[in-house]
């Protein structure tokens, strides 16, 4: 059965998937995989994400002219995806606190287009809160080349 709490969820992790494949113009031919990134640590929220198009790692930036010249990607675009991006992470936050259930710090999302498979690897344990020096840009750029040398 499920719950409320279940439901919003869901439905909040749905968005996120949607607006990072709206994008790319739901371009279910090359993109492979999307990858999803939302930090919650300390209850400071971090959003980032990249592509796997055409068996090629694909950062979301406007420096990468090719990404944004194949979908027509616009700097208005690029920072309406990483507002919503942060609102929804906000969203989790809240709705994680509203339920009281313990808020995850870290969530690794990961969407396949041609298949539809999504996974959402959830952590508790604390990865930057601790450390003196590392931030949750650190956790994504590690993820991003696990995810590259893979």
């Given at each position: 059965m499920t719950?409320?709490?279940d439901y919003q969820f869901q439905e909040l992790f749905t968005q996120l998937v949607e607006e990072a494949f709206e994008l790319v113009n739901n371009d279910i031919a090359?993109?492979?995989?999307?990858?999803i990134y939302v930090s919650l640590e300390?209850?400071?929220v971090f959003f980032n994400l990249f592509y796997l198009i055409d068996n090629e790692m694909t950062r979301v930036n406007l420096k990468n002219s090719?990404?944004?010249t194949n979908y027509a990607v616009t700097k208005e675009?690029?920072?309406e995806l990483f507002k919503s991006g942060l609102d929804i992470s906000e969203g989790i936050l809240r709705l994680f606190e509203t339920f009281n259930r313990e808020v995850p710090t870290l969530m690794k999302i990961t969407y396949e287009p041609k298949t539809g498979k999504f996974n959402?690897?959830?952590s508790y344990?604390?990865?930057y809160l601790d450390h003196p020096t590392r931030t949750a840009v650190d956790g994504f750029?590690?993820?991003y080349q696990k995810v590259a040398m893979s």
């Amino acid at each position: 059965m499920t719950t409320e709490f279940d439901y919003q969820f869901q439905e909040l992790f749905t968005q996120l998937v949607e607006e990072a494949f709206e994008l790319v113009n739901n371009d279910i031919a090359h993109i492979e995989h999307i990858y999803i990134y939302v930090s919650l640590e300390g209850r400071s929220v971090f959003f980032n994400l990249f592509y796997l198009i055409d068996n090629e790692m694909t950062r979301v930036n406007l420096k990468n002219s090719t990404f944004c010249t194949n979908y027509a990607v616009t700097k208005e675009q690029v920072k309406e995806l990483f507002k919503s991006g942060l609102d929804i992470s906000e969203g989790i936050l809240r709705l994680f606190e509203t339920f009281n259930r313990e808020v995850p710090t870290l969530m690794k999302i990961t969407y396949e287009p041609k298949t539809g498979k999504f996974n959402n690897d959830i952590s508790y344990e604390n990865w930057y809160l601790d450390h003196p020096t590392r931030t949750a840009v650190d956790g994504f750029e590690e993820w991003y080349q696990k995810v590259a040398m893979s």
